[in-house]
């Protein structure tokens, strides 16, 4: 029994130091609140783990039998180690390619985008006229104001794009700008949250209490949702510096 629990030992330490070195690295770099909740992808991490850190160190549990011949125990552990590292690849790969890169206000809301939500040719494009605000794999999330052009054909074309389940200016580098620039266009859409129709009432009723226990003005025009995979975020800002306030939920 002692060789099977020191196996079962190693494995679960070696297992849990690969999973928190690559999770820390994500959530310290692209996933940190509100990312994880936005993207949806908590209940990948949890799977991944699930795997890796505790099915992973039981089956070693069950097969590490002292008189079982070296060689078929290796053998064995080695199966069980391949699964947990394509686990672990499939689950990483998984989560970069989903990995926030802005969170953008435009039009009348907030939203997240991810590395997957973007327009190929479009970030091809931003990267050739060396944009400040292209995407790089070392990117990071970044608040940017993403409006769409002037133009009007452009426009149309976009938001027709948008209705027809294409790409919308969100996910078009080319027409970001830093954050500073629309905060006019911020603070023309902040509404109070009983004015917000991306909330059912009971969420309403839910996010002015937890308003209220945070301090934040309930009737005041200072709120806009911010979306992403799941159900949307609560922002708050300062009406008078737009200064980002808090972030709430609204389950």
Same mark, same amino acid.
């Given at each position: 029994m002692p060789f099977r629990f020191r196996a079962f030992r190693i494995h679960l330490t070696a297992s849990l130091g690969a999973l928190l070195l690559v999770l820390g690295v994500l959530d310290a770099l692209w996933y940190r609140w509100p990312g994880w909740y936005l993207a949806g992808a908590a209940h990948l991490a949890a799977i991944v783990v699930a795997v890796d850190a505790a099915l992973g160190p039981l089956l070693t549990l069950v097969i590490a039998n002292p008189a079982k011949n070296r060689t078929e125990l290796r053998r064995d552990i080695a199966l069980i180690v391949a699964v947990q590292l394509v686990a672990l690849g499939?689950?990483?790969?998984?989560?970069?390619?989903?990995?926030?890169?802005?969170?953008?206000?435009?039009?009348? #809301?907030?939203?997240?985008? =991810?590395?997957? /939500?973007?327009?190929?040719?479009?970030? +091809? @494009?931003?990267?050739r006229e060396r944009l400040p605000l292209a995407p790089h794999w070392y990117s990071r999330p970044r608040w940017i104001?993403?409006?769409?052009?002037?133009?009007?054909?452009?426009?149309?074309?976009?938001?027709?794009?948008?209705?027809?389940?294409?790409?919308?200016?969100?996910? #078009?580098?080319?027409?970001? =700008?830093?954050? /500073?620039?629309?905060?006019?266009?911020? +603070? @023309?859409?902040?509404?109070?949250?009983?004015?917000?129709?991306?909330?059912?009432?009971?969420?309403?009723?839910?996010l002015k209490r937890r308003m209220r226990r945070a301090g934040l003005p309930v009737a005041q025009a200072n709120a806009l949702p911010l979306m992403g995979r799941g159900r949307p975020l609560l922002a708050v800002f300062d009406p008078k510096t737009l200064r980002l306030l808090a972030l709430l939920r609204c389950t």
């Open positions: 499939y689950g990483s790969a998984t989560l970069w390619r989903g990995r926030p890169l802005y969170y953008a206000f435009s039009v009348n #809301m907030l939203e997240l985008v =991810q590395a997957s /939500d973007l327009d190929p040719a479009d970030v +091809a @494009a931003a990267r104001w993403a409006p769409l052009p002037k133009d009007p054909v452009a426009s149309a074309h976009i938001v027709q794009s948008a209705v027809s389940g294409g790409y919308d200016v969100t996910a #078009m580098p080319t027409y970001f =700008q830093p954050w /500073d620039r629309g905060r006019q266009a911020l +603070a @023309a859409q902040l509404k109070t949250v009983t004015a917000l129709r991306f909330f059912s009432p009971a969420e309403i009723d839910r």
